[in-house]
């Protein structure tokens, strides 16, 4: 028996939760004219106005070595299409908009490796880690 391709369903939720946008830059070596190389600065995106939606998540990450600390993690996630080049350790700038298209918050900071589904991926940005 066939499983559902939840593939097909991308393009609606993509219409109807993909209401932030999301900068993407990444380090990339590059070799100068002169044959010497650099490394680009990762907050100089490579895409701009990248359609995503951001949430929040609180992680909880225990510290096995101090029995009395549990860190829990104040997270970014953000979900987008499939087909978006968003990779680990990627520079974001999400911007969450309202109705009429101005933004609301500003988040920066360096994403995780994006978890992919058949319709979406996943990437969490720490925020701020408590005790």
């Given at each position: 028996?066939a499983?559902?391709d939840?593939?097909?369903?991308?393009?609606?939720?993509?219409?109807?939760?993909?209401?932030?946008?999301?900068?993407?830059?990444?380090?990339t070596?590059v070799?100068?004219?002169?044959?010497?190389?650099?490394v680009?600065?990762?907050?100089?995106?490579?895409?701009?106005?990248?359609?995503c939606?951001?949430?929040?998540?609180?992680?909880?990450?225990?510290?096995?070595?101090s029995?009395?600390?549990i860190?829990?993690?104040q997270?970014?996630?953000?979900?987008?299409?499939?087909?978006?080049?968003?990779?680990n350790a990627?520079?974001?700038?999400?911007?969450?908009?309202a109705?009429?298209?101005?933004?609301?918050?500003?988040y920066t900071?360096?994403?995780?490796?994006?978890?992919?589904?058949?319709?979406?991926?996943t990437?969490?940005?720490?925020?701020?880690?408590g005790?």
């Amino acid at each position: 028996m066939a499983g559902f391709d939840f593939g097909v369903m991308a393009p609606i939720l993509g219409e109807y939760f993909d209401t932030d946008v999301m900068d993407i830059g990444r380090s990339t070596l590059v070799t100068l004219p002169d044959g010497s190389t650099s490394v680009t600065d990762p907050k100089v995106p490579i895409y701009t106005n990248v359609p995503c939606h951001i949430s929040f998540d609180t992680v909880d990450n225990p510290d096995p070595v101090s029995v009395g600390s549990i860190p829990i993690i104040q997270a970014l996630r953000i979900n987008c299409a499939v087909g978006i080049d968003l990779q680990n350790a990627d520079y974001v700038t999400a911007r969450k908009l309202a109705a009429d298209g101005t933004a609301l918050e500003e988040y920066t900071g360096t994403i995780g490796a994006p978890a992919t589904s058949q319709s979406r991926q996943t990437a969490l940005m720490a925020l701020r880690q408590g005790v």
